[in-house]
């Protein structure tokens, strides 16, 4: 999300919220002179579970978030944002949000994929299950 900051009459703040769900380039609009961030990473996926018994996999962590306030920007300046993904396939991290603004780079980390089921240990209860 970008909360721009903009003016409505000479000295009056304007405030106004712009969400971007997709990964690109963004043109600070005429006026803006300041911006915040507050982003977000994708989650991270679940563990896998195994076959045979009631044994899940561990949940994955939800992705980490940064928030900075009062960029200096110009408008018609062009931000690159990239958004990052969840976790695809089980166990798998989180993408990393990332944007680079004046030579800054501002990132927001990816959540880690949750621990794999592995089979209960030999000669002892079967659904005593560890992890990955």
């Given at each position: 999300?970008i909360?721009?900051?903009?003016?409505?009459k000479?000295?009056?703040p304007?405030?106004?919220?712009?969400?971007i769900?997709a990964s690109?380039?963004?043109?600070i609009p005429a006026?803006c002179?300041?911006?915040d961030?507050?982003?977000?990473g994708g989650?991270?996926?679940?563990g896998?579970?195994?076959s045979?018994?009631?044994?899940p996999?561990?949940s994955g962590?939800g992705?980490?978030?940064?928030?900075?306030?009062?960029?200096t920007?110009?408008?018609?300046?062009?931000?690159?944002i990239?958004?990052?993904?969840?976790?695809?396939s089980?166990s798998s991290?989180?993408?990393?949000?990332?944007?680079?603004?004046?030579?800054?780079?501002?990132?927001a980390?990816?959540?880690?994929?949750?621990?794999?089921?592995?089979n209960?240990?030999?000669?002892?209860?079967p659904?005593?299950?560890w992890?990955?």
């Amino acid at each position: 999300m970008i909360r721009r900051r903009m003016t409505k009459k000479k000295g009056e703040p304007y405030i106004d919220k712009v969400y971007i769900k997709a990964s690109g380039d963004y043109t600070i609009p005429a006026n803006c002179t300041k911006i915040d961030l507050f982003l977000v990473g994708g989650g991270g996926a679940g563990g896998k579970w195994v076959s045979w018994g009631y044994c899940p996999g561990a949940s994955g962590s939800g992705g980490g978030t940064a928030s900075i306030k009062g960029i200096t920007v110009t408008p018609g300046q062009i931000i690159s944002i990239t958004i990052g993904k969840g976790g695809s396939s089980y166990s798998s991290n989180g993408g990393s949000t990332t944007v680079n603004v004046n030579a800054s780079s501002y990132t927001a980390p990816g959540g880690n994929g949750g621990l794999i089921s592995r089979n209960g240990v030999y000669d002892t209860d079967p659904y005593n299950c560890w992890y990955k």
